[in-house]
């Protein structure tokens, strides 16, 4: 119940298209569903995040949409760009807290020229 | 503003050994966090550091510990190492609410031979 589950595992997405990466959790409790964001040799970086009490958020090119009742969230990437090559992850935590998080598997996105 | 630093970046130990890793936060961050970072198990949560106490724990063995300082830099150490240890252990800080954005270091990668 602790799981999130997160698909693709890899994805490549063609310059300019959309890429979308999915994940599922089973905990109701879970209140805060951040997405990172994780170049090879660096840490995670904090990319998106959003809380239950909405249903979509975007910032900028990448938007987060969260479907409460079938416990589900996902990240698209619109007008994707070789610079967003990099590994994606999704994660959750309750208790509103930002750090105790349960992280998806990772898809490494690769955004062709 | 400096971002979170670890050190070492790189380290090699042998089974049996013990190795102690260092975190410094952001300045004036308050919390830190440690990962653990496998291909197998992914990112997982270790523990959670607030004003020098533990505050969170994850689903690790005793041979994990850490500790912080009054400054708020934190050290990681982990006894009688295993192979399945190698790992990049990532450290996350920050500011003081638990709803305050996390930013991860570059983290240490240590392999176990």
């Known amino acids: 119940q602790q799981q999130v589950k997160q698909s693709p595992q890899s994805l490549i997405v063609q310059k300019g298209g959309i890429s979308i990466i999915n994940c599922a959790y089973e905990?109701?409790?879970?209140?805060?569903f951040p997405w990172y964001q994780q170049f090879p040799g660096k840490g995670p970086a904090l990319l998106i995040a959003?809380?239950?009490?909405?249903s979509e958020k975007k910032e900028g090119r990448f938007t987060i949409s969260f479907n409460k009742s079938a416990k589900q969230f996902s990240l698209h990437i619109m007008d994707s760009q070789p610079g967003d090559s990099a590994t994606y992850f999704c994660?959750?935590?309750?208790?509103?807290?930002?750090?105790?998080?349960?992280f998806g598997t990772g898809t490494l996105l690769a955004v062709q020229p | 503003k400096a971002g979170v630093t670890q050190t070492p970046r790189y380290l090699i130990k042998t089974r049996g050994q013990q190795v102690t890793l260092s975190c410094s936060p952001i300045?004036?961050?308050?919390?830190v966090s440690w990962y653990q970072q496998t291909p197998g198990q992914g990112l997982q949560f270790l523990f959670e550091?607030?004003?020098?106490?533990?505050?969170n724990k994850g689903n690790f063995p005793g041979r994990f510990s850490g500790r912080q300082f009054s400054n708020s830099r934190s050290e990681m150490n982990v006894s009688t190492l295993e192979l399945g240890d190698s790992a990049l252990y990532l450290c996350a800080s920050r500011a003081w609410a638990s709803t305050d954005t996390q930013y991860f270091g570059p983290g240490t990668r240590l392999t176990v031979l």
């Open positions: 550091y607030f004003s020098e106490t533990q505050r």
């Open positions: 959003i809380r239950p009490d909405v």
């Open positions: 300045s004036g961050h308050r919390s």
């Open positions: 994660a959750a935590s309750y208790g509103g807290a930002t750090n105790k998080l349960i």
């Open positions: 905990n109701t409790a879970f209140d805060y």
